[in-house]
């Protein structure tokens, strides 16, 4: 079991998870749960969300969290004061100028950087001191290429949002996971049928030998949860990829 600095691990604290049905989300809750922690879980489809929580013996709430005022009212309801958020997000929106959505853009601002600020806001009066946001980001915006001056865009300003969140939110702490790829459900969704091909060049190219799993992210996230000296930090965690 995890522990943190005073050896409680997550022993008799709260931890939220936005988007906790699926994947990066489910994991975290799941092994919160293992570390002691009350668990609320949040997401969008209420049948699986329902699934999950009996599960776990967690509680759940059903919306939309880029609905900002559905976001306010959730958090406005919360019986107690929290002590940790991990917020998890939609893949990366991908295009080229010539066939580029600003409308779908736009939509992926609000969840990499408008969601993270109205969580930001929110934690203020809901999350207790030495508490912790942790938000998912990606490492793959890093290069430079055809069809990722938006997610190059927000791959930059994550970081640069989180450091500062730390400074404004203390003694709140706020921390961001830049993921390589992950094996999740939303991962086999954008890849469809090229999936399994994807997972053998990992499995035969990374440094690590094997494809970063959910639970791999989830790790990290409760440790970014005990750990109470690390603030304004962006922790990569892709197997090596970005080496190769």
């Known amino acids: 079991m ?57 509680d759940t709430a059903a919306f939309d969290a880029t609905d900002f005022d559905e976001l306010r009212m959730f958090f406005e309801a919360l019986p107690t004061p929290i002590d940790h958020v991990l917020v998890t997000g939609p893949g990366p929106y991908y295009a080229l100028l010539q066939d580029f959505d600003f409308d779908e853009a736009r939509r992926d601002i609000e969840s990499h950087l408008f969601l993270p600020l109205h969580l930001a806001r929110l934690a203020i009066d809901r999350v207790r001191p030495g ?32 450091r500062n969140l730390a400074v404004e939110l203390a003694p709140i702490r706020a921390n961001l996971i830049a993921a390589g790829f992950v094996d999740t459900p939303l991962s086999a969704a954008l890849l469809g049928d090229q999936l399994e091909a994807r997972r053998e060049e990992l499995r035969t190219t990374l440094p690590i030998g094997r494809v970063v799993s959910p639970d791999d992210i989830a790790t990290l996230a409760v440790h970014l949860m005990t750990n109470t000296a690390i603030t304004g930090a962006t922790l990569d965690i892709d197997g090596g990829q970005q080496l190769i």
Not at 23 to 44: D, H, K, M, Q, Y
Not at 134 to 154: E, H
């Open 131 to 162: 508490g912790s946001l942790t938000f998912i980001g990606g490492t793959g915006g890093r290069r430079t290429a055809p069809g990722l001056v938006l997610i190059g865009a927000l791959t930059a300003a994550m970081p640069a949002m989180t």
């Open 2 to 58: 995890m522990t943190s600095a005073d050896g409680r691990g997550l022993s008799g604290q709260t931890v939220v998870v936005i988007g906790g049905s699926l994947g990066i989300g489910l994991s975290t809750a799941r092994l919160a749960r293992t570390e002691g922690a009350s668990v609320i879980i949040t997401a969008r489809n209420e049948e699986r969300l329902q699934r999950v929580g009996k599960e776990l013996g967690a």
